[in-house]
């Protein structure tokens, strides 16, 4: 096994298990893309429109007429193409999460094949079987199996892939635990993690896909199939298919209803008549369906999406905006999501001659030096105990702690644990006394105590860490006084090992029995609060590594012998203890207050044990005391529940915690969660957690601490790794779905209206009042502005105090369907209404002929009038021509009115509920402005000559201006009337629930 495989073998194994390589899932062609962003609904009936468009255009007459015919179509396949693109280019952002997978993996390794070490060969050629050297730094190539071990430990980053916080201590002994989790395979590998500490050598047991990186890669490929659209995408959905159906119908009856008009005269035939009302039932269609719509939401998103980022939210996939918004659970990974992912030292513990221990919290958090020891402004050198703990954090430490200007932040290179202990140093401060005049430091805020330890005392030797004793210490000495022997460990076992104690008050004492006793219960104290603790002692040598100054000393080979050094550490003086935690982010705790507020709850899925797991939840308010049992499980033990009681529990209130997570189990959670109907929120931040982040509704990686391919999985990225920015995002998505209703109910409303306008226009017979260039110069032009405005209306001031609306709810509620009919139909009554005026009524200063509605609703036969006399008005000879190219002035008002009232219809829009007289047009500069565009783009049609004929219309007097105000107005009237009604519904509501509460 030594000399590793043959050439032969790696061949024969490669043939069987392939490159140690990712499995690379094919592009979906470009192609394949387009025809996806034509699969919406609306879209489709838009093509159809547009197709039908084209054909019927062909029909025209020829001349300019003809030409505005192709307009219409042209416009509608513009929008559909411009939509595509934006479609296609965020579908090929999604390739790049398991693109980010493959970075992952080591690129070199140091193998052994024919008894020769390869130092540099590339990992993807690694077969099982395969012998190779891992080093400190080295990224593991493949999981493997540890043969030997070249150092007393060897400790490997796993954070990323198993959600632990600690470096995981591996050896080669036999797992005899059946059923293993990955943080329980001591002696196990993985493919992606890091060598902390220690040289090893080890088997290459799986490659490729079969590695646990694989396996991740696997749920990830799986969760993007069984990606679902949004609940908005959803609803849009449903929306346009009933739609479509409403649409078809409509269009179908109003075509048949002209059957009888088919024949007339001025058609120049049956099958001409045909057509021409075929193209009326078209127009209606293209007038019912909202073109401007799926921009309109696109564009509101992406407002949204600069809104979010200003709050620290990246957001990559635009439709999470709106489905954060009603998020009802939020599963939450523990390790540098809800803590910092930094271990700190979170108190200190010296002891007086009685045992009983004196605590000091100290405060601050992650490698941050800010902070103080509770009761020390300023460590003196009087306070022996708390300077001797000092002094072994400073020597029994190989870590490091600076400040990286890219990321802006104190980063550790080496153990955390070392890490919080050098922090500790920087906390407690230095007896200046100690040092002479002569001394000057410069040196980082993270490392100034601990070098001003170093000119006080040289390192002479170290007896690094060993499973069995579980301790590690180093020899120090400042001349010409004999070296101290400084040592950390567990304290279960060091306590053992001293026979003193450094009190409280500055005297070395005799540790007796009971004295013991009493550390060790303040140990279990400790223990119990989740926290990690190590003893810190030392002594003064008397033996022979009294003057030991090297490896030329004659008591060199003491240090050589690993299994020497426990007797070394004997007859120790016991300083103190510290507790170390990785601790909960201190904005968290009300982060999560707000969520339950908001009603939404919050479950910590997570890889580290459940002691730990049950203590942040509990830091941070996810469980309260007492909860546990209820509340708290291992995900494997959960997993084997039936599955009637795991839906149980995860139905109940409250907030969940699983631990002990694999990825499979994250996805699992994940699953179950919204087969109840959930919208899940997924937060995380290492490798682990990326087929999760895939799964959910939402997945939300850290900016900072956050792995590649958290972030290439995940739809939003927390660029300050907040916790409390998701619940600012979640009121942000909120915020967006009341928006998206507001534009959405003034856009369909006055859709419906031009549906009604056309509908009466050929109920009634008369001429058409509005052409179809006109109608989509409305719908894209005059309707988006005001439209687009309404996605910055600020929140209603409860917006977090609601609970998450349903996944089941309906876009359109029945009562607000029927405000949409009522305004509608109002619309088309105004629109058809003035249209009518002019013909019948209006007496204006143009004194225009007036004929009688029988008369307009009979205009097909006016070849046959020989007493209708227009008297040269217009310069007209014929009365058809008064029907045909003379109606320009009434379809010019009947325009005005739909644009009038569209924009009143606007502000109506300003709340779903709430009166203009409470929520005024100034809530919504934007809004006020957007009108304003909209009435100089309808100005310039109407007085700018070119421009007015491209739209057949002409200029409006005062007289005109009048009428139109007259006509539009009552709209504003009506909808007060309405929104009254629904605050009494909705108080109705209201009281009906409180008094089932109060029986209940």
Same mark, same amino acid.
């Given at each position: ?118 130092? /540099? ?219 910092? /992912? ?117 390192? /002479? ?289 006055? /859709? ?249």
């Amino acid at each position: 096994m030594d000399d590793g495989l043959t050439d032969e073998e790696v061949l024969k194994r490669q043939s069987v298990y392939g490159l140690n390589a990712l499995a690379e899932e094919p592009p979906t062609p470009l192609w394949k893309l387009i025809l996806e962003q034509f699969e919406d609904y609306l879209v489709q009936i838009l093509l159809v429109s547009a197709v039908l468009s084209f054909v019927l255009a062909f029909f025209e007459n020829g001349g300019e007429s003809s030409v505005t015919a192709f307009v219409e179509p042209f416009v509608i396949l513009l929008i559909l193409i411009l939509n595509a693109i934006v479609g296609v280019w965020q579908e090929n952002n999604a390739e790049s999460a398991l693109n980010a997978l493959k970075k992952m993996q080591s690129e070199k390794a140091r193998c052994i094949r024919n008894g020769v070490v390869n130092p /540099n060969l590339p990992a993807e050629q690694l077969v099982p079987g395969d012998i190779i050297r891992l080093n400190v730094g080295d990224k593991v190539p493949a999981d493997c199996r540890i043969l030997s071990l070249k150092t007393a430990t060897l400790r490997v980053e796993e954070s990323a892939l198993t959600g632990e916080s600690r470096t995981v201590l591996k050896n080669p002994d036999v797992c005899t635990t059946v059923d293993a989790g990955l943080s329980e395979k001591v002696n196990m590998l993985f493919a992606g993690t890091t060598i902390a500490n220690g040289l090893c050598k080890a088997l290459v047991v799986r490659t490729g896909m079969n590695t646990e990186i694989g396996k991740i890669q696997r749920a990830v490929m799986d969760a993007r199939e069984d990606e679902e659209k949004t609940p908005l995408g959803q609803k849009i959905d449903e929306f346009g298919e009933l739609l479509g159906k409403v649409i078809m119908w409509i269009c179908v009856i109003v075509w048949i209803m002209n059957f009888h008009q088919f024949s007339d005269p001025e058609f120049g035939g049956f099958f001409r008549g045909c057509i021409y009302y075929l193209k009326v039932a078209v127009a209606l269609g293209v007038a019912a369906i909202p073109e401007g719509l799926p921009a309109v939401i696109t564009l509101c998103l992406s407002l949204g999406t600069r809104s979010m980022a200003r709050r620290n939210c990246i957001v990559r996939k635009l439709p999470s905006v709106e489905t954060l918004g009603c998020t009802t659970v939020i599963c939450s990974d523990k390790t540098g999501t809800l803590t910092t /992912n930094e271990m700190t030292v979170v108190t200190v513990s010296t002891f007086h001659a009685t045992g009983e221990a004196c605590e000091r919290s100290v405060s601050g958090i992650s490698y941050n030096p800010e902070g103080k020891v509770e009761g020390v402004d300023r460590l003196e050198a009087s306070q022996r105990a708390l300077c001797d703990v000092a002094k072994v954090c400073a020597f029994c430490n190989e870590t490091t702690v600076t400040w990286n200007d890219a990321t802006q932040k104190y980063e550790a290179v080496g153990e955390p644990t070392e890490a919080a202990l050098r922090i500790l140093v920087e906390k407690l401060g230095f007896p200046e006394e100690l040092l002479g005049s002569d001394h000057c430091v410069d040196s980082p805020v993270t490392q100034r105590c601990n070098d001003l330890w170093a000119t006080l005392y040289s390192v /002479n030797g170290c007896l690094e860490f060993s499973r069995t004793r579980k301790s590690m210490s180093v020899l120090v000495s400042k001349r010409p006084v004999a070296n101290e022997l400084l040592v950390k460990g567990a304290p279960e076992l060091l306590l053992q090992r001293c026979r003193w104690l450094c009190t409280e008050e500055g005297n070395v004492v005799p540790l007796t029995e009971s004295m013991r006793q009493r550390c060790l219960e303040h140990l279990e104290q400790m223990s119990r609060r989740s926290l990690r603790c190590l003893a810190l002692a030392g002594k003064h040598e008397e033996g022979p590594l009294r003057s030991y100054d090297g490896p030329q000393h004659p008591a060199h080979a003491m240090l050589a012998d690993v299994e020497a050094y426990e007797a070394i550490e004997q007859d120790l003086c016991l300083f103190g203890m510290v507790g170390i935690k990785d601790p909960a982010r201190v904005e968290v705790r009300d982060s999560i207050a707000l969520c339950k507020k908001a009603g939404i709850r919050v479950f910590m899925i997570t890889g580290d044990n459940k002691l730990t797991a049950e203590s942040i939840a509990r830091d941070v308010g996810i469980l309260q005391p007492g909860e546990e049992a209820e509340a708290s499980f291992e995900a494997r033990e959960f997993m084997k529940l039936p599955r009637e009681r795991q839906l149980r529990i995860l139905a109940g209130h409250g907030g969940r915690v699983f631990a002990r997570s694999e990825p499979v189990h994250k996805k699992e959670l994940i699953s179950l969660l919204r087969q109840m109907g959930e919208i899940t929120a997924m937060t995380g931040d290492g490798v682990n957690d990326a087929p999760a982040l895939q799964q959910a509704d939402i997945g939300v990686a850290m900016g900072v601490s956050g792995t590649e391919v958290a972030k290439e999985a995940s739809d939003m990225v927390l660029v300050d790794d907040n916790f409390r920015t998701i619940v600012a995002a979640i009121e942000e998505g909120r915020s967006i779905y009341q928006n998206m209703k507001a534009f959405i109910r003034y856009l369909i409303s006055s /859709n419906i209206g031009e549906v009604a306008s056309i509908f009466f226009t050929a109920m009634l017979g008369i001429p058409e009042g509005l052409s179809p260039v006109q109608l989509l110069w409305v719908n894209l032009v005059t309707d988006g502005p005001p439209a687009t405005a309404l996605g910055f209306n600020p929140p209603e001031p409860d917006i977090m105090a609601r609970p998450p609306r349903a996944r089941d709810e309906g876009l359109i509620t029945p009562f607000v369907f029927f405000r949409y009919v009522v305004i509608g139909l109002y619309v088309g009554v105004a629109t058809v209404g003035i249209f009518v005026y002019w013909y019948v009524l209006d007496r204006a200063p143009d004194a225009h002929p007036l004929v009688s509605l029988a008369q307009l609703m009979g205009h097909g036969k006016c070849r046959a009038w020989t007493e209708f006399s227009l008297d040269g008005w217009g310069g007209f000879a014929q009365p058809c021509d008064y029907f045909e190219k003379g109606k320009v002035v009434a379809s010019t008002l009947s325009l005005t009115v739909l644009v009038t009232i569209e924009m009143f219809n606007a502000l109506n829009a300003l709340s779903e509920d709430c009166s203009l007289l409470v929520v005024p047009p100034h809530r919504n500069l934007y809004l006020v402005a957007a009108i304003l565009a909209s009435f100089v783009a309808h100005f310039a049609i109407l007085y700018i000559p070119p421009l007015a004929k491209v739209f057949s219309v002409a200029p409006l007097t005062l007289h005109d201006w009048k009428l139109v105000l007259a006509f539009s107005f009552p709209v504003i009237l009506i909808d007060e009337v309405l929104k009254a009604v629904s605050r009494a519904i909705t108080r109705y509501k209201e009281e009906k629930l409180l008094q089932k509460e109060k029986e209940e």
